[in-house]
């Protein structure tokens, strides 16, 4: 079996290469970046080791895409991944949809000359703002937690969203270009009868990955930490509630594996979220704690100025990825913290490298 992924030089896409071919089933994957995120080169040598075949190409240009060799199944890891695209200056909000709706789209047209499969890997952020804003919360342990005893709107429960809370708009920019992926890859499957699978992912984190403010939050705080960096405590009333769940990429393999060797399924039953769930649920202020025990005390300056599409909580309930596929994440958070703080400290210029300022 022949696997293409899309963003294979980042971390998740990365990661993703090496537990495949790691994994001993013989499969061969051929990967393709454009090498514009900071960090990305730093991947090219340890995966060309590997027998990973890379391939310098944009998936925003069609003709890039057209030297590809054949291949069995596509899997898109490619992306903006920050919600704040399109809005924060970084980026144009044209530059965004460019880059993850049209080149979307320039993979689903590869994957349906080729017969190919495809995998995308989408986000949390397609879940809708303004009820996910409005759910009531409490705070245990320095952390915001859905409020006990309240009725909850449908989709949601003390264990997460699941893929029943609504995706209508506002979802930010970035959720929009995902959600719309999500559609036209369902679309592309039932009109052209291939195989495909959504994976709607929680924050992803490990050593290694690429740390910014506005993503790869964990990464980016352990090694702000480390190096005494400034760090704020954004809106919420500059507390550090906020709450996100966390994944190890790696700990996609068995479902991606499983989803490689499955047959179209129903529509209903394509679409999963994927996280670490209630189980890995952290704040700011508990990650604080952690790098506080581990590194020594540090000053996080409180700031309740609000961020754009900024949420007290979000949750992935995988329920239904471990009914369908028996699915669980393996790597709790603990052990992903301890990989990115022990990457950090080999890596003393990995700020500088990844996220440039």
């Not at 705080?221 to 996100?244: A, D, E, M, P």
């Not at 991606?256 to 189980?279: E, H, I, T, Y």
Request: hydrophobic content about 45%.
């Amino acid at each position: 079996m022949k696997i293409l992924i899309s963003g294979v030089c980042g971390f998740v896409g990365s990661t993703v290469a090496r537990a495949l071919v790691e994994s001993g089933q013989g499969r061969e994957v051929v990967g393709f970046d454009n090498f514009i995120r900071p960090g990305s080169e730093t991947n090219r040598e340890a995966l060309r080791k590997l027998g990973v075949r890379l391939v310098h190409a944009d998936l925003r240009a069609a003709s890039d895409l057209e030297a590809l060799p054949e291949v069995d199944w596509v899997v898109d890891a490619a992306a903006n991944a920050s919600v704040l695209a399109g809005v924060d200056g970084r980026t144009s909000s044209r530059q965004l949809v460019e880059h993850n709706l049209a080149g979307t789209v320039n993979l689903l047209e590869f994957a349906k000359a080729r017969r190919a499969g495809f995998i995308l890997l989408s986000t949390s952020r397609v879940y809708s703002i303004a009820p996910l804003a409005a759910l009531p919360v409490a705070v245990k342990d320095g952390a915001f937690v859905v409020a006990p005893a309240t009725p909850l709107p449908p989709g949601v429960s003390p264990a997460g969203l699941d893929e029943s809370f609504p995706t209508l708009a506002p979802v930010s920019l970035y959720g929009a270009t995902k959600l719309a992926s999500e559609a036209l890859a369902l679309e592309y499957g039932e009109a052209f009868g291939l195989p495909v699978f959504i994976n709607r992912c929680g924050v992803l984190a490990g050593a290694g990955q690429f740390g910014r403010a506005d993503q790869g939050i964990f990464a980016y705080w352990i090694n702000s930490w480390i190096r005494r960096r400034s760090l704020k405590y954004l809106g919420f009333g500059g507390t550090g509630h906020q709450v996100r769940d966390c994944l190890h990429p790696r700990d996609l393999l068995p479902l991606l594996a499983k989803q490689l060797g499955a047959p179209k399924l129903a529509a209903g039953d394509r679409v999963v979220n994927v996280s670490g769930g209630a189980a890995s649920a952290t704040s700011l202020r508990q990650l604080s704690d952690w790098c506080g025990r581990r590194f020594g005390a540090h000053t996080v300056a409180p700031d309740g100025a609000p961020r754009p599409f900024d949420l007290p909580w979000i949750v992935l309930d995988s329920a239904k990825a471990a009914r369908l596929w028996d699915w669980r994440p393996q790597t709790p958070v603990a052990a992903i913290l301890d990989e990115i703080a022990a990457h950090a400290q080999a890596h003393p210029d990995w700020l500088e490298v990844s996220a440039p300022l």
